[in-house]
């Protein structure tokens, strides 16, 4: 704690103490950490897993996309290897004798703490002692996939403890905690500097406004993104929409330094265009939704989310949560195509009126009651 460059909240450290006492306990923890976006989760990962580790266990970290695996071993690289402690990183993109090495540092035990995608529960990885599986951004993982991951410990004798953490918890998740034992604990305070998001509701016929208020912002030193969405289920297409809108802006916009980063680009480049972004290099980030985990940029202040009526509002809310980290007034731009549907119109509506991620997971379930959490029925479609 002593070596952090920042103190804890009251939040974080009251979660921190419910987290060490499931700990200490003879049964193995199955707690859930609210919090919202930027109210330090991740911290608490990182103390519960340095825990873990001085029980002469293992801690594994899973993440739901690359970019945020990828910022997550970093992070913990950070903080964990002044203090000896190995940091294991491993992806479905890693390949050759960089697994087979990583893979054999998690079999004999050299890897404390490992840090990872869906690749961790793959049948090929083996822990020697696993004690404490954590998974981030749980609302995009299945059921079977979590447990996937506690079951590596078994196959090592122990029963893993499981943290599990998310902004917006969804419905089975609430519905899990009423009747699978699942214990919460809310991070129901923000760091001391940060600014709630002011989110504003805007129809494609103003794309002019939105074009020059991305201008104002880069001229006052400040960046953007731009996220481009599609309601067909094909990352090629996503892609293409990214591909066509970062020529358009660049056009709109040729004084400004564009950058671009989706789905189909390779990690390494998708790597070097998030670094350029973050060190400031880029004005504005046209993206997919690649980016709705995962990317921490405090002097971003301004995001535009295209065709917002056609994504879920755990998805808006987590896209949202990347601005708003630094400490000047943030904005989210919401520009939807007309006309609007009922239903989307009152979804919009509750992302303009609250940037709580409970309020908001409190909404996703009106809209799915419980009984139906497990159903194939569920609703959601934009008609």
């Known amino acids: 704690l002593t070596q952090l460059p920042f103190s804890l909240t009251g939040a974080q450290r009251r979660v921190l103490d419910e987290i060490g006492a499931d700990l200490a306990r003879e049964v193995p923890m199955l707690r859930l950490v609210q919090g919202d976006v930027g109210s330090g989760k991740t911290v608490v990962a990182a103390m519960a897993a340095l825990s873990a580790i001085a029980g002469d266990c293992q801690a594994a970290m899973m993440a739901p996309t690359e970019i945020l695996a990828e910022q997550h071993y970093r992070t913990f690289r950070a903080w964990l290897e002044p203090l000896g402690i190995e ?13 087979l090495d990583t ?64 902004a917006t918890p969804i419905p089975r998740t609430l519905a899990m905690s009423a009747y699978a034992d699942l214990d919460v604990s809310v991070i129901d305070e923000l760091p001391p500097g940060r600014t709630p998001v ?45 591909e066509a809108t970062h020529i358009e802006l660049g056009e709109a ?52 989310i295209e065709n917002p ?13 990347r601005v708003g980290r630094g400490s000047t007034e943030s904005f989210c731009v919401l520009l939807y195509h007309g006309p609007l549907s009922a239903h989307s119109r009152q979804r919009l509506g509750v992302m303009r009126e609250t940037t709580d991620g409970f309020r908001i997971a409190r909404r996703t379930w009106s809209c799915a009651a419980p009984a139906r959490c497990w159903a194939p029925a569920r609703r959601g479609s934009p008609r």
């Open 309 to 321: 009526e056609r994504l879920g509002l755990s998805q808006l809310h987590q896209l949202r949560g």
């Open 198 to 242: 002011k989110t504003v509701v805007v129809p494609d016929e103003r794309r002019p406004d939105v074009v020059a208020r991305i201008r104002h912002a880069c001229a006052e030193g400040r960046q953007a993104y731009w996220v481009c969405t599609l309601i067909e289920e094909s990352e090629a297409l996503q892609c293409q929409a990214a």
């Open 87 to 99: 940091v294991a990183w491993l992806s479905g993109k890693l390949k050759g004798k960089a697994r």
């Open 253 to 304: 916009l040729p004084e400004l330094a564009i950058g671009l980063v989706h789905g189909r680009m390779k990690a390494a480049e998708k790597a070097a265009v998030m670094d350029a972004f973050k060190a400031g290099e880029l004005d504005l980030l046209v993206a997919t939704t690649v980016i709705e985990v995962g990317v921490d940029v405090p002097n971003a202040s301004l995001m535009i």
């Open 103 to 166: 893979k054999a540092a998690i079999l004999d035990g050299r890897a404390r703490m490992v840090v990872g995608t869906h690749a961790l529960f793959q049948g090929d990885v083996h822990f020697q002692r696993l004690g404490l599986a954590i998974v981030d951004e749980q609302h995009r993982f299945g059921v079977h996939q979590r447990l996937a991951l506690r079951e590596k410990g078994e196959a090592g004798g122990l029963t893993p403890h499981q943290l599990v953490m998310t």
